[in-house]
């Protein structure tokens, strides 16, 4: 099954060092953005993916859809806008430093620049574009997010285009994607419908509760009756997949020393996909959510690779008692299964 990723991608500035910006002298150039970021991970666990957008004709815009296609993403449907910028954003990392402004060990804020991007002019006249319109035609996976209904008028369009035209054999997935700021001055009143009309949505208990009142998944279910599943993920805790028939998987995530939380959900996002487009059963797509989003918590910046197929096979497979003593670091993951497995090879 080939999968289509459609929204923004951004320029990235890490900074060489935490504190505030102002107290940092340079910054590493890479990319960021939450459709591509899902694009990279599904390209990396075999999936055929394309990614759909829009780029300023700059160096940012040409690194970003280079980047893409190193990492086997099909980039042929990115448009290149000769007006509009690529969009950015800079990260600031927290310190134990005593700076009035330091956010502090552990934490991070995001710094956008993307008003009037590349990205933002994003419509529905996209879909007479021959190049996306094939790459749409031949998806089965169709990925969007809330990120895209906040940038314009015209990309809210789109998205609501792309939900009405239901298609035979293609999967629409809505990340919910809460980006507060980003919804400053328009009306996130929109969001429960689109999520609605989705087949496959997933959200976090926290941005569930903050735009639609609640986090818990069988509320969540009678709030947004029609996608065949939701997805409903409790931070470092669990995540659940309720059907429309109201049949409930729950898999715990296995414990993680966390070393950089940005990504994660995407990744998370990216996991279920695959294994969706699979056939594998609920608990199997959770757990290979939970074994991306681990990857990209135990990594640097937005992306990371996931496990090895071998190691991911015997995850997925694993007893409950089994899966419940999986630990994940940056250094790799420790399981009993895989312990055993070692010394079954040697």
Same mark, same amino acid.
């Given at each position: 099954m080939a999968a289509v990723c459609?929204?923004?991608?951004?320029?990235?500035?890490?900074?060489?060092?935490?504190?505030?910006?102002?107290?940092?002298?340079?910054?590493?150039?890479?990319?960021?953005?939450?459709?591509?970021?899902?694009?990279c991970t599904l390209a990396a666990l075999g999936t055929p993916t394309a990614w759909i957008s829009r780029v300023g004709d700059d160096g940012f815009g040409r690194r970003l859809t280079a980047e893409l296609a190193a990492h086997g993403v099909d980039t042929s449907a990115v448009a290149v806008d000769p007006l509009r910028p690529t969009g950015l954003y800079v990260k600031e990392v927290g310190s134990p430093g005593t700076h009035p402004?330091?956010?502090g060990?552990?934490?991070?804020?995001?710094?956008?620049?993307?008003?009037?991007?590349?990205?933002?002019?994003?419509?529905?006249?996209?879909?007479?574009?021959?190049?996306?319109?094939?790459?749409?035609?031949?998806?089965?996976?169709l990925h969007l997010s809330g990120i895209s209904a906040a940038l314009s008028d015209?990309? $809210?369009? +789109? #998205?609501? @285009?792309?939900? /009405?035209?239901?298609?035979? %054999?293609?999967?629409?997935s809505f990340d919910l994607n809460w980006r507060p700021a980003l919804w400053h001055g328009r009306?996130?009143?929109?969001?429960?419908?689109?999520?609605?009309?989705?087949? $496959?949505? +997933? #959200?976090? @208990?926290?941005? /569930?509760?903050?735009?639609? %009142?609640?986090?818990?998944?069988?509320?969540l279910r009678a709030l947004l009756p029609s996608p065949a599943t939701l997805v409903v993920k409790d931070a470092d805790r669990q995540a659940t997949a309720i059907g429309r028939d109201g049949r409930t998987v729950t898999e715990p995530a296995p414990a993680v020393a966390v070393v950089e939380a940005t990504g994660a959900g995407d990744a998370f996002a990216a996991g279920y996909l695959h294994a969706?487009?699979?056939?594998?059963?609920?608990?199997?797509?959770?757990?290979?959510?939970?074994?991306c989003a681990a990857a990209a918590l135990t990594t640097?910046?937005?992306?990371?690779?996931p496990p090895a197929p071998q190691v991911v096979a015997r995850l997925l497979d694993a007893t409950p008692a089994q899966w419940a003593a999986t630990r994940v670091d940056a250094s790799g993951i420790v399981s009993p299964l895989l312990v055993q497995t070692r010394r079954d090879d040697r």
């Open positions: 459609l929204g923004e991608s951004m320029a990235v500035l890490l900074p060489d060092r935490p504190g505030p910006l102002e107290s940092v002298e340079s910054f590493r150039h890479t990319i960021g953005g939450a459709e591509s970021n899902v694009a402004r330091d956010l060990p552990g934490r991070s804020r995001l710094h956008y620049y993307r008003t009037g991007s590349a990205a933002a002019a994003l419509g529905p006249s996209l879909l007479d574009d021959p190049s996306a319109a094939a790459l749409l035609a031949g998806a089965g996976l015209s990309c $809210l369009a +789109l #998205l609501h @285009a792309l939900l /009405a035209d239901r298609r035979p %054999g293609r999967t629409v009306d996130a009143s929109v969001l429960p419908a689109l999520l609605d009309a989705a087949d $496959l949505v +997933l #959200l976090g @208990a926290d941005e /569930a509760e903050a735009v639609l %009142g609640t986090g818990d998944p069988a509320a969706t487009a699979r056939g594998l059963d609920q608990r199997r797509r959770l757990r290979l959510g939970h074994l640097p910046g937005d992306r990371a690779r």
